[in-house]
Protein backbone atom coordinates (compact mmCIF):
# COMPACT_ATOMS: atom_id res chain seq x y z
CA UNK A 1 0.00 0.00 0.00
CA UNK A 2 2.74 2.24 -0.59
CA UNK A 3 3.17 4.20 -3.52
CA UNK A 4 6.19 5.68 -5.81
CA UNK A 5 5.90 9.63 -6.24
CA UNK A 6 4.97 9.24 -9.82
CA UNK A 7 2.06 7.04 -8.58
CA UNK A 8 -1.54 8.58 -8.55
CA UNK A 9 -2.50 8.05 -4.79
CA UNK A 10 -5.88 6.65 -4.13
CA UNK A 11 -7.58 7.11 -1.10
CA UNK A 12 -11.00 4.49 -1.41
CA UNK A 13 -13.88 4.76 1.32
CA UNK A 14 -16.65 2.31 1.27
CA UNK A 15 -18.20 0.08 3.71
CA UNK A 16 -18.28 -3.09 2.51
CA UNK A 17 -14.97 -5.04 2.81
CA UNK A 18 -15.50 -7.30 -0.45
CA UNK A 19 -16.49 -4.38 -2.86
CA UNK A 20 -13.70 -2.32 -1.14
CA UNK A 21 -11.08 -5.40 -1.44
CA UNK A 22 -12.30 -6.32 -4.87
CA UNK A 23 -11.77 -2.26 -6.22
CA UNK A 24 -8.14 -1.87 -4.25
CA UNK A 25 -6.45 -5.36 -5.89
CA UNK A 26 -8.10 -3.70 -9.37
CA UNK A 27 -6.15 -0.39 -8.64
CA UNK A 28 -2.85 -1.51 -7.70
CA UNK A 29 -2.56 -4.37 -10.72
CA UNK A 30 -2.59 -0.74 -12.78
CA UNK A 31 0.68 1.00 -13.65
CA UNK A 32 0.68 4.51 -12.21
CA UNK A 33 -1.61 3.84 -10.08
CA UNK A 34 -2.22 2.77 -6.22
CA UNK A 35 -4.16 2.63 -3.00
CA UNK A 36 -2.60 4.03 -0.37
CA UNK A 37 -5.58 4.37 1.95
CA UNK A 38 -8.76 2.99 2.76
CA UNK A 39 -11.56 3.34 5.03
CA UNK A 40 -15.14 2.35 5.88
CA UNK A 41 -16.96 4.98 7.95
CA UNK A 42 -17.13 8.61 7.48
CA UNK A 43 -15.17 8.58 11.09
CA UNK A 44 -12.55 6.85 10.04
CA UNK A 45 -11.94 8.68 6.66
CA UNK A 46 -11.95 12.27 8.10
CA UNK A 47 -9.07 10.94 10.56
CA UNK A 48 -7.23 9.40 8.12
CA UNK A 49 -7.38 11.99 5.13
CA UNK A 50 -5.27 15.29 6.83
CA UNK A 51 -2.40 12.02 6.85
CA UNK A 52 -2.61 10.39 3.70
CA UNK A 53 -3.71 13.36 1.20
CA UNK A 54 -4.25 11.57 -1.52
CA UNK A 55 -4.35 12.04 -4.78
CA UNK A 56 -7.80 11.25 -6.13
CA UNK A 57 -10.17 10.22 -3.23
CA UNK A 58 -13.03 7.63 -4.01
CA UNK A 59 -16.28 7.58 -2.21
CA UNK A 60 -19.00 5.59 -1.75
CA UNK A 61 -22.31 7.90 -1.06
CA UNK A 62 -23.76 5.61 1.43
CA UNK A 63 -21.77 4.95 4.76
CA UNK A 64 -22.77 3.40 8.23
CA UNK A 65 -22.15 6.78 10.12
CA UNK A 66 -23.23 9.22 7.73
CA UNK A 67 -22.30 9.77 3.85
CA UNK A 68 -19.82 10.02 1.13
CA UNK A 69 -20.93 13.78 0.83
CA UNK A 70 -20.39 14.21 4.17
CA UNK A 71 -16.34 13.00 3.78
CA UNK A 72 -15.58 15.24 0.76
CA UNK A 73 -16.70 18.48 2.59
CA UNK A 74 -14.46 17.33 5.31
CA UNK A 75 -11.96 16.85 2.52
CA UNK A 76 -12.36 20.21 0.42
CA UNK A 77 -12.36 21.52 3.75
CA UNK A 78 -8.54 20.62 4.69
CA UNK A 79 -7.75 20.44 0.98
CA UNK A 80 -9.69 22.90 -1.13
CA UNK A 81 -8.07 21.37 -4.44
CA UNK A 82 -8.60 17.24 -3.59
CA UNK A 83 -9.93 15.42 -6.50
CA UNK A 84 -12.87 13.62 -6.10
CA UNK A 85 -14.36 10.53 -7.44
CA UNK A 86 -18.02 8.90 -6.31
CA UNK A 87 -18.66 5.49 -6.79
CA UNK A 88 -21.48 4.39 -6.17
CA UNK A 89 -24.99 1.89 -6.65
CA UNK A 90 -27.11 4.46 -6.97
CA UNK A 91 -28.09 5.93 -10.19
CA UNK A 92 -30.45 8.82 -9.70
CA UNK A 93 -30.52 12.47 -9.76
CA UNK A 94 -30.11 13.27 -5.86
CA UNK A 95 -26.96 11.23 -5.54
CA UNK A 96 -25.80 13.22 -8.52
CA UNK A 97 -26.56 16.87 -7.00
CA UNK A 98 -25.38 15.66 -3.83
CA UNK A 99 -21.95 14.55 -4.94
CA UNK A 100 -21.49 17.54 -7.43
CA UNK A 101 -22.50 20.50 -4.63
CA UNK A 102 -19.98 18.27 -2.46
CA UNK A 103 -17.24 19.03 -4.45
CA UNK A 104 -17.14 15.58 -6.34
CA UNK A 105 -15.47 15.67 -10.35
CA UNK A 106 -17.63 12.62 -11.11
CA UNK A 107 -19.99 9.96 -10.44
CA UNK A 108 -19.60 6.20 -11.44
CA UNK A 109 -21.54 2.85 -10.77
CA UNK A 110 -20.48 0.34 -9.04
CA UNK A 111 -21.32 -1.68 -11.75
CA UNK A 112 -19.73 -0.12 -14.37
CA UNK A 113 -15.97 -2.43 -15.48
CA UNK A 114 -13.07 -2.40 -13.77
CA UNK A 115 -11.50 -0.92 -16.59
CA UNK A 116 -14.24 2.30 -17.04
CA UNK A 117 -13.87 2.55 -12.96
CA UNK A 118 -9.46 2.80 -13.73
CA UNK A 119 -10.49 4.97 -16.67
CA UNK A 120 -12.29 7.58 -14.47
CA UNK A 121 -10.01 8.00 -11.87
CA UNK A 122 -7.32 8.77 -13.91
CA UNK A 123 -9.28 11.20 -15.96
CA UNK A 124 -10.14 13.08 -12.31
CA UNK A 125 -6.35 13.06 -11.82
CA UNK A 126 -6.02 14.66 -14.93
CA UNK A 127 -8.53 17.58 -13.68
CA UNK A 128 -11.35 16.11 -15.82
CA UNK A 129 -14.82 15.89 -15.20
CA UNK A 130 -16.49 12.03 -15.45
CA UNK A 131 -20.22 12.16 -15.38
CA UNK A 132 -22.76 9.56 -16.35
CA UNK A 133 -23.90 10.67 -19.94
CA UNK A 134 -27.86 10.46 -19.47
CA UNK A 135 -27.05 12.47 -16.63
CA UNK A 136 -25.25 15.04 -18.67
CA UNK A 137 -27.40 14.97 -21.16
CA UNK A 138 -30.10 16.50 -18.58
CA UNK A 139 -30.99 20.22 -18.98
CA UNK A 140 -30.04 22.13 -15.47
CA UNK A 141 -33.10 23.71 -13.87
CA UNK A 142 -31.16 27.28 -15.10
CA UNK A 143 -33.84 30.39 -16.59
CA UNK A 144 -33.32 31.20 -19.74
CA UNK A 145 -31.02 34.22 -19.40
CA UNK A 146 -28.85 31.66 -17.32
CA UNK A 147 -28.80 29.03 -19.46
CA UNK A 148 -27.35 31.52 -22.23
CA UNK A 149 -24.77 32.42 -20.08
CA UNK A 150 -23.71 28.99 -19.70
CA UNK A 151 -23.92 28.17 -23.54
CA UNK A 152 -21.80 31.35 -23.91
CA UNK A 153 -19.34 30.32 -20.98
CA UNK A 154 -18.72 27.05 -23.17
CA UNK A 155 -17.93 29.08 -26.16
CA UNK A 156 -14.91 30.37 -23.92
CA UNK A 157 -16.43 33.70 -23.54
CA UNK A 158 -15.07 36.16 -20.54
CA UNK A 159 -17.77 38.19 -18.13
CA UNK A 160 -17.08 41.01 -20.23
CA UNK A 161 -17.73 39.86 -23.44
CA UNK A 162 -21.17 38.18 -22.27
CA UNK A 163 -22.03 41.37 -20.57
CA UNK A 164 -21.55 42.80 -24.13
CA UNK A 165 -23.39 40.17 -25.66
CA UNK A 166 -26.35 40.00 -23.89
CA UNK A 167 -26.27 43.93 -22.75
CA UNK A 168 -26.30 43.97 -19.55
CA UNK A 169 -23.56 45.16 -16.87
CA UNK A 170 -20.22 43.34 -16.54
CA UNK A 171 -21.27 42.93 -12.47
CA UNK A 172 -24.59 41.33 -13.47
CA UNK A 173 -22.63 38.84 -15.17
CA UNK A 174 -20.16 38.19 -12.51
CA UNK A 175 -23.07 37.64 -9.96
CA UNK A 176 -25.37 35.52 -11.95
CA UNK A 177 -22.24 32.72 -12.96
CA UNK A 178 -21.82 32.98 -9.02
CA UNK A 179 -25.50 32.04 -8.98
CA UNK A 180 -24.87 29.38 -11.95
CA UNK A 181 -21.80 27.64 -9.93
CA UNK A 182 -24.00 27.12 -7.05
CA UNK A 183 -27.00 25.93 -8.99
CA UNK A 184 -24.88 23.03 -11.06
CA UNK A 185 -22.87 22.36 -7.61
CA UNK A 186 -19.73 23.49 -8.77
CA UNK A 187 -16.82 25.33 -8.05
CA UNK A 188 -15.00 26.85 -11.23
CA UNK A 189 -16.27 28.14 -14.26
CA UNK A 190 -13.93 25.32 -16.24
CA UNK A 191 -16.28 22.93 -15.13
CA UNK A 192 -19.08 24.56 -16.41
CA UNK A 193 -17.16 25.03 -19.94
CA UNK A 194 -16.66 21.05 -19.29
CA UNK A 195 -20.26 20.95 -18.83
CA UNK A 196 -21.37 22.55 -21.81
CA UNK A 197 -18.72 20.18 -24.08
CA UNK A 198 -19.86 16.83 -22.39
CA UNK A 199 -23.26 18.37 -23.77
CA UNK A 200 -22.58 18.79 -27.23
CA UNK A 201 -20.53 15.46 -27.68
CA UNK A 202 -23.67 13.94 -26.92
CA UNK A 203 -26.67 15.89 -28.58
CA UNK A 204 -28.20 17.87 -25.77
CA UNK A 205 -30.29 20.92 -26.83
CA UNK A 206 -31.95 23.39 -25.19
CA UNK A 207 -35.55 23.00 -25.13
CA UNK A 208 -37.34 25.86 -26.77
CA UNK A 209 -38.99 28.58 -25.17
Known sequence: MTASPEQVRVMLVDDHEVVRRGIVTVIDAQDGLS?????????EATR????IRPDVLVVDL?????????????????????????????????????SRSAGAAGLMLKSARSQEIVAAIRAVHEGRDVWPADHVADGPDLSESDQRIVDLIGDGHSNREIADELGIAEKTVKNRVTVILQTLGMQRRTQVAAMVAARRRVGWKQDPS
Not at 35 to 43: K, L
Not at 48 to 51: I, K, T, V, Y
Not at 65 to 73: A, H, L
Request: net charge negative; with cysteine.
Open 62 to 98: QLPDGTGVDVMRSARSTCPEQRMLVLTSFDDDAALRE
Open 35 to 43: VVGEASSVA
Open 48 to 51: RLPA
